[in-house]
């Protein structure tokens, strides 16, 4: 370890941490972590463990593709998606289906999860009840410094969202009132703008297996893709709210959340991912479904 003395910007670690057991292994890449940030890291190794935080693996036969794992809504349940990612492979490619946030009690770490990690999301019509509500909803936290729970919003347990970032008291005559706490409405705020940024589609192209190319949308969207250069706003529109299972005869394999099921609803053409997470029946729960090996894992 003695290149590390000289900060050098590429770094080879040739089989660093054979001879080491794995708490020693996991120290000293925990170590490593921050010294390497901003650096080219090339790490040969026997050993999984020792590049599972790897952007990209390549093995004696070519390059090691990580899977895609499309996960359902959300619904601020955090531990329920804590518990599924910890089910999935460490290089997985997460894509989230929208609806990451209200109903459950951590919206607000959900969103930093997400954010933190740079995963792939599509807008869900939640985010979209918290944006065509935030102009009320910031100047209800800034000038009256409460939020009447009869908004449309707060009906869908937007409040829940607030009280994730503990910006709110218990309710008191029909409203919460908002604390004074200006570093964490910022923070709101920057996450309101990284969700209005959100796409309504993520096209992920063509697979093996699949004789169309699937989209990720969080509405049901395989009838009305032709809209997508037609009436764009329509199209998003479907995106965001339609419930209805595809027809056989589309133009895309489409990967879907927004519908409830008992379980991951597979079709000839269609995938839905939503399985109750943030509902309160006994079976609720958070799935994902596996692009390259068409598995599905539940939280």
């Not at 895309?252 to 109750?276: A, L, M, Q, R």
């Amino acid at each position: 370890m003695r290149v590390l003395l000289d900060k050098p910007n590429v770094i080879i670690f040739d089989e660093s941490t054979l001879s080491l057991d794995h708490n020693t292994e996991t120290k000293l890449l925990d170590a490593l972590d921050e010294y390497i940030k901003n650096k080219t890291v090339i790490t040969i190794a026997h050993r999984q463990t020792t590049i599972d935080k790897s952007e990209s693996m390549v093995s004696k036969g070519g390059e090691m593709k990580r899977k895609h794992y499309i996960i359902g809504d959300v619904h601020g349940e955090f531990d329920m998606l804590i518990s599924l990612v910890s089910k999935l492979p460490k290089d997985a490619k997460l894509i989230f289906v929208g609806d990451l946030i209200n109903r459950g009690a951590k919206s607000r770490e959900v969103i930093e999860f997400v954010r933190n990690n740079a995963f792939a999301v599509v807008q869900g019509n939640h985010e979209c009840y918290i944006l065509e509500n935030a102009n009320f909803f910031l100047e209800s936290i800034e000038i009256y410094r409460r939020d009447r729970r009869k908004n449309f919003w707060s009906r869908l347990n937007g409040t829940e969202v607030l009280r994730s970032y503990g910006l709110v008291t218990d309710e008191i005559d029909d409203a919460v009132y908002i604390l004074d706490k200006p570093l964490i409405i910022e923070q709101l705020k920057e996450d309101l703008a990284w969700m209005e940024s959100l796409p309504c589609y993520l096209e992920l192209g063509e697979f093996e297996g699949y004789d169309l190319p699937i989209v990720v949308t969080h509405g049901s969207a395989g009838d009305f893709w032709h809209l997508k250069d037609e009436n764009f706003q329509a199209f998003k529109e479907v995106c965001q709210s339609n419930r209805e299972v595809p027809s056989q005869d589309t133009e895309i394999f489409n990967i879907y959340g927004h519908v409830v099921y008992s379980e991951v609803k597979i079709g000839k053409n269609y995938v839905c991912v939503d399985t109750g997470s943030g509902k309160t029946f006994d079976r609720a729960r958070l799935s994902a479904y596996c692009v390259e090996t068409k598995e599905v894992f539940e939280s």
